[in-house]
């Protein structure tokens, strides 16, 4: 699909600019032409305009209804990044705007007049794309009757214009609640930042088989020591679960992240497109490029480029409980590290301010989407799902940390309910691996919180 939408791009290039345009472009190449040759472009700019380019052609579809679930949210992106702009880099045209015009026209043409401008429609999309089919700025030889018909006077809805405060307030709010972490997030009850991720565990998840109702056995003392019928002479089917918070019990895999674009609704977040192994009949996922996939959403915009969350490999915590974070439901969360928070006199902590560094936790470049990833010494098998009443995540993530060799390791000390104890002291620090025996790694950080 993506081809026809370059062939379409070709169509239009060719009408407007048929001196600077090859018949054979192909698609990697189409964010270098240079249709604007009077136009400088900063690095940041070049770089702008690539990602919007490859974003542009996963808008392949040619309707509404045929539009994925991921081509949905980055409609939402792409008007919200918008709503402050006259075009994708601000004011200067670009082939960013010209390919996003091509494949957004199908789409916005099979809208209905409640979807193009009613109150949860595409205000912003339809502004761009009659200034873009319109304007001499862009240079287009569009004949009227391929262009969109926009009817000034039919826009079903206004949108009263921000309050500088409230929106000043909201962004305070949300840099806060998002702290620099991926989602999903618990409540924010158990924790600050919809980022974080905070999972409570608990005491019994052992999955052995069920036991009758109390009301189905036999009615015993209330200090009867012996055993019950049938509990000697068996061996378990299965080892059961820890009973208490470890950290076998967090589902850490391989992810690939595919696309990663920013939150339509959410100056701090990312939205990525993650692949992490799972069946096809999975829960809380969807399909994108013949893949099954996540969606995560992530608190790292701003802190990261957006350049470097593309097709990349990383960890992901994978039986969070899903949340929905400003309107877009994150399945998943990418461990990522940043600095140890100082210590104020008192030797509490001081305040994150969330202005970073961040890095996200990496893996040998070998390994493949779903591979498990565990902590030396704590071999087991996950939750399907954390129960959220039961702290596991918070009870052990204080031991995620990296050592001076910049490798991600899980200390046992720092966790108040191991240090001390006997198991806690016989297993110490161990590193983190993936299946096939590939160390977990960062970049420069040592020392750090891995959440």
């Not at 090859?22 to 040759?37: G, N, R």
């Not at 019950?228 to 589902?251: F, N």
Request: proline share 8%; aromatic share 4%; charged share 25%.
């Amino acid at each position: 699909m993506a081809e026809e939408a370059l062939g379409r791009l070709k169509v239009i290039l060719g009408n407007s600019f048929p001196e600077i345009m090859p018949a054979d472009v192909p698609l990697a190449e189409v964010s270098k032409l240079a249709i604007y040759p009077k136009i400088t472009y900063t690095d940041d700019e070049k770089a702008d305009i690539d990602q919007w380019v490859k974003n542009g052609f996963l808008l392949a579809s040619t309707s509404w209804e045929k539009a994925s679930v991921l081509e949905k949210n980055l409609l939402l992106t792409v008007n919200g990044h918008l709503s402050s702009k006259t075009t994708m880099l601000g004011t200067k045209p670009s082939m960013a705007d010209i390919v996003l015009y091509t494949n957004l026209l199908p789409i916005a043409s099979s809208w209905s007049p409640e979807e193009c401008t009613g109150k949860s429609g595409h205000h912003h999309i339809i502004r761009f794309l009659d200034f873009v089919q319109n304007a001499p700025l862009f240079g287009l030889k569009i004949p009227e009757s391929q262009k969109l018909h926009v009817d000034p006077n039919a826009v079903l809805y206004f949108h009263k214009p921000l309050d500088p405060k409230e929106e000043k307030e909201r962004k305070r709010k949300e840099k806060a609640a998002a702290d620099g972490k991926e989602g999903p997030a618990q409540p924010e009850a158990q924790g600050k930042g919809k980022g974080k991720g905070k999972e409570i565990a608990g005491e019994n998840n052992s999955r052995t088989a069920p036991v009758p109702a109390s009301s189905d056995l036999p009615q015993r003392e209330k200090n009867d020591k012996r055993p019950k019928a049938g509990s000697q002479g068996k061996a378990p089917s299965q080892p059961s679960a820890p009973s208490q918070p470890r950290p076998q019990l967090i589902d850490l895999r391989v992810g690939h992240i595919l696309q990663c674009i920013a939150h339509p609704d959410a100056d701090s977040l990312f939205v990525s497109t993650i692949a992490c192994g799972d069946p096809a009949d999975a829960k809380n996922t969807s399909e994108f490029s013949g893949q099954v996939v996540r969606t995560v959403c992530s608190g790292l915009n701003g802190l990261i480029p957006l350049a470097e969350m593309q097709d990349r490999k990383v960890v992901v915590v994978c039986n969070l409980k899903p949340i929905t974070m400003r309107g877009i439901k994150s399945c998943a969360m990418v461990l990522a590290a940043s600095p140890r928070p100082a210590l104020a006199p008192d030797g509490t902590e001081v305040p994150d301010d969330h202005k970073g560094p961040v890095e996200l936790v990496e893996v040998p470049a070998d390994v493949v989407a779903g591979e498990r990833v565990a902590f030396e010494g704590w071999a087991g098998e996950p939750e399907e799902v954390l129960n959220p009443k039961k702290k596991v995540w918070e009870t052990v993530q204080p031991g995620f940390t990296t050592s001076p060799e910049l490798e991600v390791v899980f200390d046992s000390g720092a966790v108040p309910e191991l240090a001390g104890s006997a198991e806690g002291s016989s297993k110490g620090v161990g590193r983190l691996l993936t299946a096939s025996g590939g160390v977990c790694t960062v970049k420069s950080l040592k020392g750090a919180v891995v959440r």
